[in-house]
């Protein structure tokens, strides 16, 4: 499909995807990158998705960097554009390049708390939490806040995708060590992303034509 006219082609990607979404668009795509924070808020996420379709004039394509994203994919429709989307449950399994190993690593690990350099660009980590409740409330109010929030989960692994500064990885133990758990390394791929902006959307990939809604279902 590399012969579209991908100047009618939009990426609309969470800003923790901002990167490597750098890294694989060769071809110079429009791109909207959204604030994480809205992932902390489903339905806040999904309107500003649906309001992105809406707006997205002069576009005959919609290229999105999130998988559903606790529902925040799903429903979204439009009458003008095609919606691509991988089929995967959220950003985790596009860093690691596909659904398969996402699964994979689940299965061998299910309590596992992933970083990566956008994710802590973002400041969307249990450490920022952690200074966030400490303004709001009192130390051991925040704590016990995160205690609760994160205490199922025994491992932090940290996904390499694209190139950075060592000071990522010693933030990622850091969170590691404040949580009490292990730490571990993995390499990611961008394996997904190149497929996404080429057009080689296969069965890996939601192909949502104008007309028709985005179902949770179609990400089983």
Not at 62 to 76: D, E, H, P, V
Not at 93 to 120: H, N, Q, V
Not at 198 to 215: R, T, Y
Request: net charge negative; glycine share 6%; aromatic share 12%.
């Amino acid at each position: 499909m590399d012969n579209q006219d991908k100047s009618k082609w939009l990426i609309v990607a969470c800003k923790t995807l901002e990167d490597e979404i750098k890294a694989v668009n060769k071809d110079n795509i429009d791109t909207l990158m959204v604030e994480y924070a809205l992932h902390r808020v489903p339905d806040a996420l999904r309107e500003k998705l649906k309001n992105t379709v809406k707006e997205a004039k002069g576009y005959n394509t919609i290229l999105f960097g999130y998988g559903l994203c606790s529902n925040g994919a799903a429903n979204l429709g439009s009458h003008e554009h095609t919606l691509v989307i991988p089929k995967v449950h959220d950003c985790i399994s596009i860093l690691l390049g596909s659904r398969s190993i996402y699964d994979k690593e689940f299965a061998d690990f299910p309590a596992t708390y992933y970083l990566s350099k956008g994710w802590i660009d973002q400041k969307a980590g249990p450490l920022d939490s952690y200074k966030e409740y400490i303004e709001k409330y009192d130390e051991s109010t925040a704590k016990w806040i995160i205690d609760m929030e994160y205490a199922n989960y025994k491992r932090v692994v940290y996904v390499h995708t694209v190139e950075a500064p060592a000071r990522y990885i010693d933030y990622a133990k850091e969170v590691a060590d404040f949580l009490g758990v292990a730490f571990e390394e993995r390499d990611g791929s961008l394996r997904l992303l190149e497929k996404l902006v080429s057009g080689n959307w296969d069965k890996e990939f939601i192909v949502n034509p104008p007309g028709q809604i985005v179902m949770a279902r179609s990400f089983l």
